[in-house]
């Protein structure tokens, strides 16, 4: 509830701003005078109402990609009539195309990234490094540092939500009925997740969106390692004394790789170089190259079919019916395509076209003016992360790069990671704590996860000195 209020008041605010900056896709328009039009304020209270929703999905049951397509129609319907009643029947076409254009950009590349994430997990991938730490019968103190490290390193990769449910399955295996290890070991996952996704592109969602807009390039991410260490290391030390040093159980629950698995793994990080040398070196999207890599798996896809039913079908080989005891599913690429987060990617949609809608009807020139001019680059970055863990970083670093204010590489440097990491300050503050909360419910809980919050902003606030400190220069 004080989420919502707190959205409604930011609001809120912005309608009672007097100043607007002048930042229409057409000249000619005052977008001053759109703030306080009626199909404005009927647009910007639509959004509110909407995210309220996308916030309460848990308590509901209502995907949060409903609401938010149903709001981003209906305001560039709005947007639509305000700029043809003032005689400009073409900008609000150019200026929606856009949105879509830079949509379908970050559709693409996620959607190659999902399927790639789903055919590892049924190449038993994940599982086998749960089983191979489970099995190690290492003392709860040793797992909650090794899942949190795992989770900081994988999150680069694999993305902090995949790699939070994974470390999470982890945690949840050996900490068993010992509900204080649980928590504590899922908030570390949580933070170190977050952390780790911050210097990567494709750690987080909105690190992707920086970099496809050019605001950092890749090796530059690197920027903000340290940093993105010091975040998740200074509260992992304070919870470490109160993890038990004591022994779980043994678990003699055991998984293997499935064949191929290696070799997907190969081949996403050859897309994931693809995509990189299609940004740094032939100046094309990154999306062109995670498709291109798409058509790696999709001719390895079909070898591991055939492979597999020959392998089974071979009555001479005494080891095929030992390895597959009933004949397996065909690897169907498409499969694989169909099983990626539908409602997480037509939420993106929603929420690009919601703040671009909200754009054209000069919000975001407010809200630039007053956090980038009025307050200053490096205090308006800090409260971006504060805010992200509230509303959701997605919209927060969206609406960002929309008002694209002139600042330092160092401060878009910060952004990037104050967004990153500034959703561990609450469990409902970033995908993967919302995830954890879901698969530990009753256990990983938004009550545990606050009575932490002091040490995590404390982590956060020194992430933050660190940045200022190494990165200087850049600033």
């Given at each position: 509830?004080?989420?919502?209020?707190?959205?409604?008041?930011?609001?809120?605010?912005?309608?009672?701003?007097?100043?607007?900056?002048?930042?229409?896709?057409?000249?000619?328009?005052?977008?001053?005078?759109?703030?306080?039009?009626?199909?404005?304020?009927?647009?910007?209270?639509?959004?509110?109402?909407?995210?309220?929703l996308v916030i309460f999905e848990e308590q509901l049951h209502l995907r949060k990609s409903k609401p938010v397509l149903l709001a981003a129609g209906v305001i560039w319907i709005c947007v639509a009539i305000t700029?043809?009643?003032?005689?400009?029947?073409?900008s609000a076409e150019v200026a929606i195309r856009h949105n879509l254009l830079e949509y379908a950009e970050l559709f693409l590349f996620l959607l190659c990234a999902m399927t790639y994430i789903n055919s590892m997990?049924?190449?038993?991938?994940?599982?086998?490094?749960?089983?191979?730490?489970?099995?190690?019968?290492?003392?709860?103190?040793?797992?909650?540092?090794?899942?949190?490290?795992?989770?900081?390193?994988?999150?680069?990769?694999?993305?902090?939500?995949?790699?939070?449910?994974?470390?999470?399955?982890?945690?949840?295996?050996?900490?068993?009925?010992?509900?204080?290890?649980?928590?504590?070991?899922?908030?570390?996952?949580?933070?170190?997740?977050?952390?780790?996704?911050?210097?990567?592109?494709?750690?987080?969602?909105?690190?992707?969106?920086?970099?496809?807009?050019?605001?950092?390039?890749?090796?530059?991410?690197?920027?903000?390692?340290?940093?993105?260490?010091?975040?998740?290391?200074?509260?992992?030390?304070?919870?470490?004394?109160?993890?038990?040093?004591?022994?779980?159980?043994?678990?003699?629950?055991?998984?293997?790789?499935?064949?191929?698995?290696?070799?997907?793994?190969?081949?996403?990080?050859?897309?994931?170089?693809?995509?990189?040398?299609?940004?740094?070196?032939?100046?094309?999207?990154?999306?062109?190259?995670?498709?291109?890599?798409?058509?790696?798996?999709?001719?390895?896809?079909?070898?591991?079919?055939?492979?597999?039913?020959?392998?089974?079908?071979?009555?001479?080989?005494?080891?095929?019916?030992?390895?597959?005891?009933?004949?397996?599913?065909?690897?169907?690429?498409?499969?694989?395509?169909?099983?990626?987060?539908?409602?997480?990617?037509?939420?993106?949609?929603?929420?690009?076209?919601?703040?671009?809608?909200?754009?054209?009807?000069?919000?975001?020139?407010?809200?630039?003016?007053?956090?980038?001019?009025?307050?200053?680059?490096?205090?308006?970055?800090?409260?971006?992360?504060?805010?992200?863990?509230?509303?959701?970083?997605?919209?927060?670093?969206?609406?960002?790069?929309?008002?694209?204010?002139?600042?330092?590489?160092?401060?878009?440097?910060?952004?990037?990671?104050?967004?990153?990491?500034?959703?561990?300050?609450?469990?409902?503050?970033?995908?993967?704590?919302?995830?954890?909360?879901?698969?530990?419910?009753?256990?990983?809980?938004?009550?545990?996860?606050?009575?932490?919050?002091?040490?995590?902003?404390?982590?956060?606030?020194?992430?933050?000195?660190?940045?200022?400190?190494?990165?200087?220069?850049?600033?």
């Amino acid at each position: 509830m004080k989420r919502l209020l707190f959205i409604t008041a930011f609001m809120a605010s912005l309608c009672g701003t007097a100043y607007a900056s002048a930042g229409a896709s057409s000249s000619h328009i005052d977008v001053a005078a759109l703030t306080t039009s009626a199909l404005g304020i009927f647009s910007l209270l639509l959004f509110v109402s909407a995210y309220a929703l996308v916030i309460f999905e848990e308590q509901l049951h209502l995907r949060k990609s409903k609401p938010v397509l149903l709001a981003a129609g209906v305001i560039w319907i709005c947007v639509a009539i305000t700029y043809s009643a003032l005689g400009d029947t073409h900008s609000a076409e150019v200026a929606i195309r856009h949105n879509l254009l830079e949509y379908a950009e970050l559709f693409l590349f996620l959607l190659c990234a999902m399927t790639y994430i789903n055919s590892m997990d049924e190449r038993n991938v994940f599982q086998a490094l749960r089983s191979w730490l489970v099995g190690k019968g290492f003392s709860f103190r040793v797992v909650f540092w090794v899942t949190g490290l795992l989770s900081f390193f994988i999150s680069p990769i694999a993305d902090n939500l995949t790699t939070a449910l994974l470390m999470g399955a982890v945690a949840m295996a050996v900490g068993g009925s010992d509900k204080k290890f649980v928590t504590l070991a899922c908030i570390n996952i949580v933070i170190a997740a977050n952390a780790g996704g911050a210097f990567s592109p494709f750690g987080d969602i909105t690190t992707l969106m920086v970099w496809q807009k050019g605001k950092v390039q890749f090796a530059e991410f690197f920027a903000i390692f340290i940093p993105s260490v010091v975040n998740w290391i200074v509260p992992a030390i304070f919870m470490n004394f109160a993890v038990a040093n004591k022994q779980p159980k043994a678990s003699g629950d055991t998984k293997t790789m499935k064949l191929g698995a290696k070799r997907i793994i190969v081949l996403f990080l050859l897309t994931i170089a693809t995509a990189v040398s299609f940004h740094n070196f032939l100046h094309l999207p990154p999306a062109t190259g995670m498709m291109l890599g798409l058509g790696y798996l999709g001719f390895f896809s079909y070898y591991l079919k055939k492979k597999e039913h020959r392998n089974y079908d071979v009555d001479d080989n005494p080891l095929a019916h030992q390895t597959y005891k009933t004949q397996p599913h065909p690897f169907d690429l498409f499969r694989k395509i169909a099983r990626a987060e539908w409602d997480t990617l037509l939420f993106f949609y929603g929420v690009i076209l919601c703040v671009g809608g909200l754009s054209q009807f000069g919000y975001l020139a407010m809200v630039s003016n007053f956090l980038y001019h009025d307050l200053g680059a490096t205090t308006a970055n800090v409260m971006v992360g504060i805010l992200s863990a509230i509303v959701d970083n997605i919209p927060v670093m969206f609406a960002v790069l929309t008002m694209d204010p002139t600042m330092s590489h160092g401060q878009w440097l910060l952004v990037t990671l104050t967004a990153g990491v500034g959703g561990s300050l609450l469990s409902i503050g970033s995908a993967a704590g919302v995830a954890l909360m879901g698969s530990a419910r009753g256990i990983y809980t938004f009550g545990a996860h606050l009575k932490w919050t002091p040490v995590i902003a404390l982590g956060y606030a020194a992430s933050i000195a660190a940045h200022l400190l190494i990165n200087a220069g850049h600033m």
